[in-house]
């Protein structure tokens, strides 16, 4: 990030020590080094979500593609994208179409 050599750091800490004294300078070391850490950690979790993002928009790029050209002739690793799709979809609502059917498997028993 910067460009700062070793003798830039020896000349920091002896005007650091100057000016703070022995006594303050650790303490004034561990806090600049905690800002450090806490920018750094927000820069990378900035950057990783703008990743995802543009995982995300490339993503809904290619199944608008894929809808456009009526799923024929798509790259093999997108059809495989969307057969996953469509296979976790069928799943997630399974749970709930086996549920709608118990009620009205009762209901009918009642009504006899």
Do not use: C, H
């Amino acid at each position: 990030m910067f460009d700062i050599g070793f003798w830039e750091l020896v000349l920091i800490s002896v005007v650091g020590l100057v000016v703070l004294g022995p006594e303050r300078l650790p303490v004034a070391i561990r806090t600049v080094s905690q800002w450090i850490g806490a920018a750094r950690n927000m820069a990378n979790s900035v950057k990783d979500e703008l990743a995802q993002e543009l995982k995300i928009q490339e993503l809904q790029a290619n199944l608008k593609k894929a809808e456009q050209m009526g799923m024929k002739d798509i790259a093999p690793e997108l059809q495989e994208s969307v057969d996953e799709l469509k296979k976790v979809a069928s799943d997630v609502q399974r749970p709930y179409a086996d549920k709608s059917e118990q009620p009205s498997a009762t209901t009918s028993n009642k009504q006899e």
